[in-house]
């Protein structure tokens, strides 16, 4: 099992659906939230095609530049779904059927097929043949999420490997919590604070463009975001748990300067509903 400390993370959305317009990836935006409020890094994120090549690429080059990297989609039955041998591959791991997870797919599956159909059964026993660890390249078989059969693949303690559906994606994902969070440390954790204002963007940019210059030592990001319907602009000032006195500051610094006021996270969600 996995256990070097966390900091930085990375998403791999993985099918033509998402490319070719057929859905709408939401993953990526469950997994940026996920990161802020753990205390991670979220540095990239990208989505590829279902061709093996991409994958592989895509998972090693991952791996090497991001301590926490989960891949969404491709570990259904069907022949597009390659994401498990691809990855078994970027590793040189075989493949192996799981036994602990066909028991509880067979106990915990909603859907009953007919055991007399032989290529149902192979077809859905796919999702069951998992990369297996090696001398060089550990697994580690993770049920995040106790009413569901389906397993979280971790491959060389760094790729989580995760279905694309998103209900699972999620449940999966925040059932990961009591593996992940004793790996980051707390000094990590960020928050963001906010200011609401009726200054143009424009009118602002000379006074965040200065204030961030003020900050870069101490990695806190000043970023300006629009509410067009409203008529309001929001000022987003996000720094560590070290900071936060400092941070606090910051917002009576922008309140005064912008003739501004701090709104919280609820309420700066509200202006974009006007």
Same mark, same amino acid.
């Given at each position: 099992?996995?256990?070097?400390?966390?900091?930085?993370?990375?998403?791999?959305?993985?099918?033509?659906?998402?490319?070719? =317009?057929?859905?709408? *990836?939401?993953?990526? &935006?469950?997994?940026?939230?996920?990161? @802020?409020?753990?205390? %991670?890094? #979220?540095?990239?994120?990208?989505?590829?095609?279902?061709?093996?090549?991409?994958?592989?690429?895509?998972?090693?080059?991952?791996?090497?530049?991001?301590?926490?990297?989960?891949?969404?989609?491709?570990? =259904?039955?069907?022949? *597009?779904?390659?994401? &498990?041998?691809?990855?078994?591959?970027? @590793?040189?791991?075989? %493949?192996? #059927?799981?036994?602990?997870?066909?028991?509880?797919?067979?106990?915990?599956?909603?859907?009953?097929?007919?055991?007399?159909?032989?290529?149902?059964?192979?077809?859905?026993?796919?999702?069951?043949?998992?990369?297996?660890?090696?001398?060089?390249?550990?697994?580690?078989?993770?049920?995040?999420?106790?009413?569901?059969?389906?397993?979280?693949?971790?491959?060389?303690?760094?790729?989580?490997?995760?279905?694309?559906?998103?209900?699972?994606?999620?449940?999966?994902?925040?059932?990961?919590?009591?593996?992940?969070?004793?790996?980051?440390?707390?000094?990590?954790?960020?928050?963001?604070?906010?200011?609401?204002?009726?200054?143009?963007?424009?009118?602002?940019?000379?006074?965040?463009?200065?204030?961030?210059?003020?900050?870069?030592?101490?990695?806190?990001?000043?970023?300006?975001?629009?509410?067009?319907?409203?008529?309001?602009?929001?000022?987003?000032?996000?720094?560590?748990?070290?900071?936060?006195?400092?941070?606090?500051?910051?917002?009576?610094?922008?309140?005064?300067?912008?003739?501004?006021?701090?709104?919280?996270?609820?309420?700066?969600?509200?202006?974009?509903?006007?």
């Amino acid at each position: 099992m996995a256990t070097h400390s966390l900091s930085t993370a990375a998403c791999l959305i993985i099918g033509d659906e998402v490319l070719n =317009g057929k859905i709408r *990836d939401a993953n990526s &935006y469950t997994f940026a939230k996920y990161c @802020f409020e753990i205390g %991670l890094d #979220l540095k990239r994120v990208e989505v590829i095609s279902d061709e093996e090549h991409e994958i592989v690429e895509a998972a090693q080059r991952m791996a090497e530049n991001y301590d926490f990297v989960v891949t969404s989609g491709g570990i =259904g039955p069907t022949h *597009d779904d390659i994401t &498990y041998q691809s990855i078994a591959k970027a @590793f040189n791991l075989p %493949l192996a #059927l799981h036994e602990e997870t066909v028991k509880r797919m067979k106990r915990l599956g909603s859907r009953r097929i007919d055991p007399n159909d032989q290529e149902a059964v192979k077809a859905r026993m796919r999702m069951a043949t998992l990369p297996k660890g090696n001398t060089t390249t550990e697994t580690d078989i993770i049920y995040s999420l106790e009413n569901s059969w389906v397993p979280v693949v971790c491959v060389a303690s760094k790729i989580y490997i995760l279905p694309g559906i998103p209900q699972l994606f999620n449940g999966l994902l925040f059932g990961l919590r009591s593996h992940i969070l004793p790996r980051i440390p707390t000094s990590q954790r960020k928050h963001r604070l906010l200011v609401a204002t009726r200054k143009a963007e424009s009118e602002m940019a000379s006074f965040l463009t200065k204030l961030q210059e003020r900050v870069n030592d101490k990695d806190i990001k000043i970023g300006s975001y629009p509410h067009m319907s409203a008529g309001i602009n929001t000022v987003s000032i996000v720094g560590k748990e070290e900071y936060l006195d400092y941070m606090k500051g910051l917002v009576k610094e922008t309140e005064q300067a912008l003739e501004g006021k701090e709104v919280s996270v609820e309420e700066e969600a509200k202006l974009s509903l006007r």
